[in-house]
Nanobody
């Protein structure tokens, strides 16, 4: 499964970042796309995910640290899932990854073990 992240780069503190993950999997009737990040010297953490299970509405989950700053949306026509973080701080500096799997991969735990494919990641650096 091909995944291509884009949109990383240098973001001023207080600004917004918007990353995209291109994958045809979102056109399936059962899928999950998760966003994760890993900062230097830290463990990978889940940022959020979006999933759809057969016949049910899409559902999103966000990490507790997001405090309402994080949103995930998708564009089926473009086969992309977007991650937006508003009001970024230097603590948001990390390499961001998207991953794809079946709908049960995405839940409140935001763990990565049930995703089957991962992108190469895109670096985000927040300047203070």
């Amino acid at each position: 499964v091909q995944l291509v992240e884009s949109g990383g780069g240098l973001v001023p503190e207080g600004g917004s970042l918007r990353l995209s993950c291109a994958t045809p999997e979102i056109r399936n009737s059962d899928f999950a796309v998760g966003w994760f990040r890993q900062a230097p010297g830290k463990e990978r953490e889940g940022v959020g995910c979006i999933e759809q299970e057969y016949g049910l509405p899409r559902t999103t989950y966000y990490a507790g640290f997001s405090r309402g700053r994080v949103s995930i949306d998708d564009d089926i026509a473009e086969a992309k899932v977007y991650l937006q973080i508003d009001g970024v701080t230097p603590e948001d500096t990390a390499k961001y990854y998207c991953a794809v799997g079946k709908s049960d991969a995405c839940d409140l735990n935001l763990e990565g073990q049930n995703y089957v494919s991962w992108g190469q990641g895109t670096q985000v650096t927040v300047s203070s």
